[in-house]
């Protein structure tokens, strides 16, 4: 009897592996699906529902995208891409240049919006947000969870997956705007005890989720956006230090310089992607001081707790903060 060894790709958060683009398909009216593989075939990190990747395409602009496929199958991946007329290019690039057959880079997978257990569940997703709603459908059906989705989009034929959603029959409410108007969120405001409400998509949909739950029970409504929302001015306009515990250095980081920027200076650079406070890619332990969170990620339980820290875009409300770098 042969032995096959398979070696797996193990993407860690010092280096990026390359992918090669398998297939490139249009899933909907400005959506553009990619199917990446390893060019030798070998096996995929696993990954489980609300994860993401980064990668990095030739010429040198870093996007974050949530898995989207059969997270049983090791050796694919599968992301859906937005185009977005106002964006920083990385959409523009995926639909206008990047080919089957070229590589990327990537790093992860990495989820900070995975599915928590509950007696139930109410997905809300509002266009491209569709992505990371995908997989915690499979998996609310797979353990046996009750559960409901409401997708809105502008038109149907932007909404992307409605084949893949169409066999969960009543269970997926699809409302294009344009048909319809704005999605009904009575079902978030009434949702029963126990349930656990996810929720992706645009910044209106996200505020009107979170003002439709307002009376909910605390931590049950998990947000995830593509875009960093709106921050008000920093709480301390003075510098002030922060100490990296594991290097020993000491750090002053002036007004108008990120925490991610002055600890690289001083020779401790920290992983980071987005920089903006939305891919979690430089997620660093906090172990003293008072925090001035400026993420997008963080919820006000998560932010109240106190030991989880962006310094991509976070800064310090006291003197001095102690970082686990």
């Known amino acids: 009897m042969s032995v096959t060894t398979v070696t797996p790709v193990t993407p860690t958060q010092s280096a990026k592996v390359r992918l090669r683009v398998r297939r490139k398909a249009q899933l909907a009216k400005g959506v553009c699906g990619l199917v990446l593989v390893d060019p030798d075939g070998r096996r995929l990190p696993d990954w489980t529902p609300g994860s993401h990747v980064d990668l990095t395409f030739a010429n040198g602009l870093t996007r974050q995208y949530s898995l989207c496929g059969d997270r049983w199958d090791p050796h694919r991946y599968e992301v859906a891409v937005l185009r977005e007329p106002g964006g920083r290019g990385g959409s523009a690039y995926v639909h206008d240049v990047l080919a089957e057959g070229d590589s990327v880079e990537i790093a992860g997978p990495r989820n900070n919006f995975a599915l928590a257990p509950a007696d139930r569940y109410l997905f809300v997703a509002g266009g491209i947000g569709i992505t990371p709603i995908l997989p915690m459908l499979e998996q609310a059906e797979l353990l046996g969870s009750p559960w409901n989705l409401l997708y809105g989009g502008r038109h149907r034929s932007s909404m992307a997956f409605l084949d893949r959603l ?88 002036p007004p108008g310089v990120s925490i ?57 409300a006291s003197d001095h903060l102690v970082l686990d770098a």
């Open 166 to 253: 169409a066999g969960w029959g009543d269970r997926v409410e699809v409302h294009p705007q344009d048909e319809h108007g704005l999605l009904d969120l009575s079902a978030v405001a009434g949702a029963p005890p126990g349930t656990k409400i996810y929720c992706c998509g645009p910044e209106p949909l996200l505020t009107a989720v979170r003002e439709a739950a307002a009376n909910l029970a605390a931590g049950c409504l998990r947000t995830e956006r593509f875009a960093a929302r709106e921050q008000g001015a920093p709480v301390r306009t003075t510098s002030f230090t922060v100490k990296l515990a594991r290097s020993g250095a000491t750090v002053t980081v």
């Open 260 to 316: 991610l920027d002055a600890v690289a200076e001083a020779g401790v650079p920290i992983l980071a992607s987005c920089r903006q406070g939305t891919c979690g890619t430089c997620e660093t332990p906090l172990l003293a001081g008072l925090p001035d969170h400026r993420d997008s990620l963080l919820n006000e339980q998560e932010r109240n707790s106190g030991d989880l820290f962006y310094p991509c875009v976070s800064r310090a």
